[in-house]
């Protein structure tokens, strides 16, 4: 039996490294996805300033999304 995943864990990781809570929740694909693009588009900021607003607007999304992740691995 898995034991269930914490929402605080998953919002915690997501907080410090964007798409680690997805992992954290078994959603590794998107997870990796995100991190990918947040790494991207953070490592972009210097020269391009809308990215910094992406960066930041992907941070938002997985910060909003930990508890939908985490939700839908405890319901499997």
């Given at each position: 039996?898995?034991?269930?995943?914490?929402?605080?864990?998953?919002?915690?990781?997501?907080?410090?490294?964007?798409?680690?809570?997805h992992?954290?929740?078994?959603?590794?694909?998107?997870?990796?996805g995100?991190?990918?693009?947040?790494?991207?588009?953070?490592?972009?900021?210097?020269?391009?300033?809308?990215?910094?607003?992406?960066?930041f607007?992907?941070?938002?999304?997985?910060?909003?999304?930990?508890?939908?992740?985490?939700?839908?691995?405890?319901?499997?």
């Amino acid at each position: 039996m898995e034991s269930k995943k914490e929402f605080w864990i998953a919002f915690g990781i997501n907080f410090f490294l964007p798409g680690g809570g997805h992992i954290y929740a078994g959603d590794t694909n998107k997870g990796i996805g995100l991190l990918i693009s947040y790494l991207i588009a953070f490592g972009l900021t210097p020269f391009l300033y809308f990215t910094g607003i992406a960066a930041f607007g992907i941070w938002v999304y997985c910060l909003i999304k930990s508890k939908e992740v985490v939700d839908t691995y405890n319901s499997t």
